[in-house]
DNA sequence: CTGTGTGCAAACTCTTTGCATAAGT
DNA sequence: ACTTATGCAAAGAGTTTGCACACAG
């Protein structure tokens, strides 16, 4: 039976099976996140939620098609999940692997490219990599 | 002996053996370019230079560690290299999964965030992504 | 000569898939 | 009931690695 995060998931359009209400808990709970599928699969199985790892990666799949979370690429062979759906820049540390939102309204565009023929811009992704001053 | 894009490769300090200087001159020669070490890997075979896939791999490591190359991760599972170094943006057209570079120019930021304690930025990568319109 | 690069094949990581079972509506 | 999701294990893609041989300095 539906519990936190049911409502999420029903206006998405998605059935609310256990599964999917656990690993939407959690993605909810911990406020702006950003997990790979390891990762969420070893919260749920810390907290014995009964998720297999395929189902996992399918959730999120769904999830994402279904417009309730992001994929951002920074490391190569490796996709990272962001509970915030917005447009909005992120930091790249690179000496530990680790992605933080960067702070509101600190990314700002002076200009954009115009799309060319028949496109349209869907997002613009910024990644901020940083690394340790010298 | 080396030939086209040698040069290149010694002021980089990387030894340049044949299969380096002819991985080198298919980069150059082509401009900028945007592509993955399968896709070398095809051209260099196709043109029967007799470089070995593991050899790209390595081979376009060792120019990105060198400063020559650059990553770029859009896709998962699937590392680009780009021919040109310096920072500049980039469109992804979803339909396809091709890259290509955005104007120059088109991109210019209002402003950047403060890089935190302890950091600074590297390098900011945009990724203008573009599906069909409606 | 000496050390680094190359090539092959096997290993590895992350992700996807096929199919039988289980659960939602 | 009917449809869709789950779980397992096996397959798949892309990339890396170990080791013997080859080549550049």
Redesign the pocket.
Known sequence: ??QSGANWL?KAG???????CA?AALLVDGGNRHL???QLYGEAARADL?????????????FTSAGLLREINIE????YYDTRIDDHPHFYFEDDGTIADAPVGSVAFASLPEAPEGCEIATVDVVVRLRKRV
Chains 1, 2 share one sequence.
């Open positions: 039976m539906p029903v998605l059935r609310p099976t256990r599964q999917r690993l790979t599928a390891e009964g998720v297999s790892l395929a189902t996992v990666y399918n959730t999120l799949k769904a190569p062979g490796r996709v």
